[in-house]
């Protein structure tokens, strides 16, 4: 399902300028020949605050290319930062991917799939193990909140370990909607539109004074007992999850005369600059129906009919850039506090969306529309040289806890299969992956089960039987050599839109046997 996008602030140590050169993809300044670091003084501890979106594209934004949406303060923070131009999610969709982010694991690792399916959830000890939990170790005040979509301990428990141990806990489980006031949870909130909501949870976390009595008071029985108010001598860490652009909070955008005007109007002088993929809306699905029909998809995620995705598509314009405006007060109230010097902020989403391409809609899919994102870290301890510069290396979601971790100067533990991004950023000469695994395992909704590999050339894609998958959660099946029902081989280098699969082709047969193998080295390298 980002998003979201997902943005992290994080105070850390100086990163100086990297970069490397790159397919060309907009954003800030890239160099071909990155400096030797300089060094800058190191804080003590940081603060952080990692901010998650919903369902938000690479392309949503203006830097990244979007027609209509304005997104100046994500913009800026890239122009202060440094900007992933290939950043993915790998496993795109939402559960999965915040579990990953939990565990710093791929999903095969830590089988962290919808619980509904997989019947799995991650053990108190694993999330111990979690960036969050290791800053609450090292002495930080922890804070989460809005949307979470992956199960701490058993399900009975309802995420009881998560709430008890993360000091200001003040989330829903699922999607949230556009109307926070809908659940008990939120009904403490004088805004009850989702972004402007979340946000003002986010001042009380900030600055809980007493003209934020209100909030504490009048908390509802079922978080009240998870909100305690931010000690002002320790370093605090701050998850912040949004649960939009998402197209199950935009239904109810605009209904209440309290929603903000934004909501109503904004872009309806832009439809016709709204772009739609090439053939739209006569694409017909290019994989075959024994993999996937379009008629499959949840309602919320079809994109057959025109006009109702242009309003999907004006709607979740709306969505990113009130998360836009959102950052923007969130780095002046950073500002106005005297803490900004020492907070640093990374923005990426939980995974991306198909909004008509391939003649699908919603996520799992393992096209870059789903599984790539935008990502951003930007530090005040950046060099000049540094800022707004790009790094193209491929890197997951997964890097993210270790990235954090590091920046903070705590040790990153050894069940991460992610790895820290911090020397990227350094501009050091490291070893790095030279492709990217990613996998769905969620087999419910008609959606296969699906593994593909993605280099800076090229993409393979395998898809498995449905029909024997429905409703089973297999991790382990393919590793024995279990044989594809489908193959898609990409040139993305050539083809980045995924139009041509050249699977069949004969004169790339070489190519495709290759991927195919390191696809196997990969499914049992990473279930370790």
Known sequence: MKTTLLLIIIGFAVVTDSVHAAEQVPGPQRRANPSTPSKSRTPAKPNVIFIKTDDQRLDSLSMTGHPVTKTPNIDQLAADGVFFSNAFITSPICGPSRSNFFTGQWERKNRQGFYHVSKNHIPHHVFDQSWIMQLKSAGYFTGYIG???????????????????????YMKGGHLGFDLMKHKEFQNLKQSSQIEGLYEATEVFMRPEKDKDY??????????DFLNRRDHG???????????PHASSIGGMGAKDTDPEMYRTLYNDAQDDFVFPDGYPAIKVPLPEKVFRQDELMRYYRTTNPAALLNKKTKMARAVT???MMIGKLRKQLEEMGIAENTIIVFASDHGLLLGEHGLGGKTFLYDECVRIPMIFYSPYFSTKQRGTTVDELVVGQDLPATILQMCGIAVPDSYQGKSMLPLMEGKSVQWRKEVFCENLFTDQGYPRMEAVRSDEWKYIRYFSKENDRMKYLPDA??????????????VKDDPKEQINLASNPEFAAVLATYRNRCQELVTELAK
């Open 322 to 324: 009130a998360i836009d």
């Open 234 to 244: 320790k370093p605090f860490a701050l998850s912040l999850n949004v649960n939009l």
């Open 215 to 224: 909030f504490f008071d009048n908390a509802h029985e079922s978080v009240s």
């Open 147 to 169: 949307k979470h979509h992956a199960t701490i301990g058993p399900a009975k428990e309802r995420n009881r370990y998560m709430k008890e141990n993360i000091d200001f806990c």
């Open 478 to 491: 393919s590793i024995d050599g279990e044989q594809p029902v489908y193959e898609e081989l990409f040139h």
